[in-house]
């Protein structure tokens, strides 16, 4: 954060108006341009905006929508908000994005979305995506909450699709605390997310309200952050270029052993670096990656294992009953990948400490007896 920050949301302070005011219109305006679309509705989430998405394009009751088990459970719960069926399509081994060779044989007759995330910031096939859309009748749902930035073919990411969903925890490219942002060119599509992020009510300010609503809203100071950091964006994502730089290369010599992110984007896209998430090769066990994660943390290096599954869930096995096996590419990954420590102002003696250790430990985690084509990335 800087004094820009700090300024605005002081100067929010000192106004008459702390929601609903001229700092979220700014803030609209501002993403919509960055993003290219007509329309832009703050929110107060990015699982709000994805809920205000499913529910204004109609979805529901006895619809499915073909989505990635490799994510955030808040692209699938979504669907289930509105009681539509999330229908998992297994993803890319190399880009962790959802498998658009896969999609066509899980299209079924109740089939109404696809929704697709921009995994780690690196966009998903949408040239393609889109195209089976059309050629299926289907909708096209964006969660773009960690991808605000990135670009395929030079078209920004939040114009691809029907509408896009941002978000904005602090841990995003731009942070707002909590906050949100969809985007489209659907202006029916905007009016009906714009009445459901305030309780539903009808588009001219009166006590009306026609549809069931939420409050979704957006506050003015949250706004005036965001209105700030978008304005930094460009700044803000070459910090985090560049320390995903000095990770990559800190981490080549030890490339036998681990995958670093972004190796295989695909071409024409444009990554908007979200966090920094390595995966261990196939000759290691399944149980190596907890294992360095714990030698990690014992060494004061935070990590995560970032993604679950999200079919492996407890909520979603119970639900649906998934088990083991059902999505194995998203599987073996979500066994495999580590969320390294990264933040744009990380040192580059941090990212060269992370680097020793795991240099260090690489040779003593176990490793697996498999023969290696036995491996869905192999
Ligand atoms: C892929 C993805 N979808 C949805 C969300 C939900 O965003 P929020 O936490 O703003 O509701 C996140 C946030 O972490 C995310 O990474």
Same mark, same amino acid.
């Given at each position: 954060?800087?004094?820009?920050?700090?300024?605005?949301?002081?100067?929010?302070?000192?106004?008459?108006?702390?929601?609903?005011?001229?700092?979220?219109?700014?803030?609209?305006?501002?993403?919509?341009?960055?993003?290219?679309?007509?329309?832009?509705?703050?929110?107060?989430?990015?699982?709000?905006?994805?809920?205000?998405?499913?529910?204004?394009?109609?979805?529901?009751?006895?619809?499915?929508?073909?989505?990635?088990?490799?994510?955030?459970?808040?692209?699938?719960?979504?669907?289930?908000?509105?009681?539509?069926?999330?229908?998992?399509?297994?993803?890319?081994?190399?880009?962790?994005?959802?498998?658009?060779?896969?999609?066509?044989?899980?299209?079924?007759?109740?089939?109404?979305?696809?929704?697709?995330?921009?995994?780690?910031?690196?966009?998903?096939?949408?040239?393609?995506?889109?195209?089976?859309?059309?050629?299926?009748?289907?909708?096209?749902?964006?969660?773009?909450?960690?991808?605000?930035?990135?670009?395929?073919?030079?078209?920004?990411?939040?114009?691809?699709?029907?509408?896009?969903?941002?978000?904005?925890?602090?841990?995003?490219?731009?942070?707002?605390?909590?906050?949100?942002?969809?985007?489209?060119?659907?202006?029916?599509?905007?009016?009906?997310?714009?009445?459901?992020?305030?309780?539903?009510?009808?588009?001219?300010?009166?006590?009306?309200?026609?549809?069931?609503?939420?409050?979704? +809203? @957006? #506050? =003015? !100071?949250? /706004? $005036?952050?965001?209105? *700030?950091?978008?304005? +930094? @964006? #460009? =700044? !803000?994502? /070459? $910090?985090?270029?560049? *320390?995903?730089?000095?990770?990559? #290369?800190? !981490?080549?010599?030890?490339?036998?052993?681990?995958?670093?992110?972004?190796?295989?984007?695909?071409?024409?896209?444009?990554?908007?670096?979200?966090?920094?998430?390595?995966?261990?090769?196939?000759?290691?066990?399944?149980?190596?990656?907890?294992?360095?994660?714990?030698?990690?943390?014992?060494?004061?290096?935070?990590?995560?294992?970032?993604?679950?599954?999200?079919?492996?869930?407890?909520?979603?096995?119970?639900?649906?009953?998934?088990?083991?096996?059902?999505?194995?590419?998203?599987?073996?990954?979500?066994?495999?990948?580590?969320?390294?420590?990264?933040?744009?102002?990380?040192?580059?003696?941090?990212?060269?400490?992370?680097?020793?250790?795991?240099?260090?430990?690489?040779?003593?985690?176990?490793?697996?007896?498999?023969?290696?084509?036995?491996?869905?990335?192999?």
């Amino acid at each position: 954060m800087t004094d820009r920050e700090r300024d605005a949301v002081a100067d929010v302070l000192s106004s008459s108006r702390l929601a609903m005011g001229p700092e979220m219109d700014a803030f609209e305006a501002a993403m919509a341009e960055r993003c290219g679309t007509e329309h832009a509705v703050a929110v107060s989430s990015g699982t709000a905006g994805l809920h205000c998405i499913v529910n204004g394009l109609g979805i529901g009751e006895g619809d499915e929508v073909l989505t990635t088990p490799y994510s955030f459970v808040a692209s699938s719960n979504a669907c289930l908000f509105e009681n539509a069926t999330p229908r998992f399509v297994d993803i890319c081994p190399d880009t962790y994005n959802i498998d658009v060779d896969r999609l066509e044989a899980a299209i079924t007759s109740r089939t109404r979305a696809v929704l697709a995330v921009d995994v780690f910031g690196q966009p998903a096939d949408w040239p393609a995506l889109t195209r089976l859309a059309e050629e299926h009748d289907l909708a096209v749902i964006d969660d773009a909450c960690e991808a605000l930035g990135a670009s395929v073919d030079g078209r920004p990411i939040g114009s691809w699709g029907d509408a896009a969903s941002f978000g904005f925890y602090p841990n995003k490219q731009i942070t707002t605390g909590e906050g949100g942002c969809i985007t489209t060119d659907d202006a029916d599509l905007a009016a009906r997310c714009r009445s459901l992020r305030n309780q539903g009510r009808a588009d001219d300010g009166r006590m009306e309200h026609v549809r069931l609503g939420y409050n979704y +809203r @957006l #506050d =003015e !100071l949250s /706004a $005036a952050l965001g209105r *700030v950091q978008v304005e +930094r @964006l #460009d =700044e !803000l994502l /070459a $910090a985090r270029r560049d *320390v995903a730089a000095r990770y990559h #290369d800190a !981490l080549a010599p030890l490339s036998d052993d681990l995958v670093r992110p972004g190796e295989a984007a695909q071409t024409g896209t444009t990554r908007s670096w979200f966090v920094y998430v390595i995966r261990l090769r196939d000759h290691f066990a399944a149980g190596a990656r907890d294992r360095l994660m714990d030698e990690l943390q014992d060494r004061g290096i935070g990590c995560a294992p970032y993604f679950p599954a999200i079919h492996l869930q407890p909520y979603y096995r119970e639900r649906f009953g998934y088990e083991r096996g059902d999505f194995p590419v998203c599987e073996h990954t979500a066994d495999r990948t580590l969320a390294l420590p990264f933040h744009p102002q990380l040192p580059p003696g941090a990212v060269h400490r992370v680097a020793s250790a795991l240099k260090a430990l690489l040779p003593t985690l176990p490793t697996s007896t498999r023969a290696p084509n036995a491996s869905p990335h192999s």
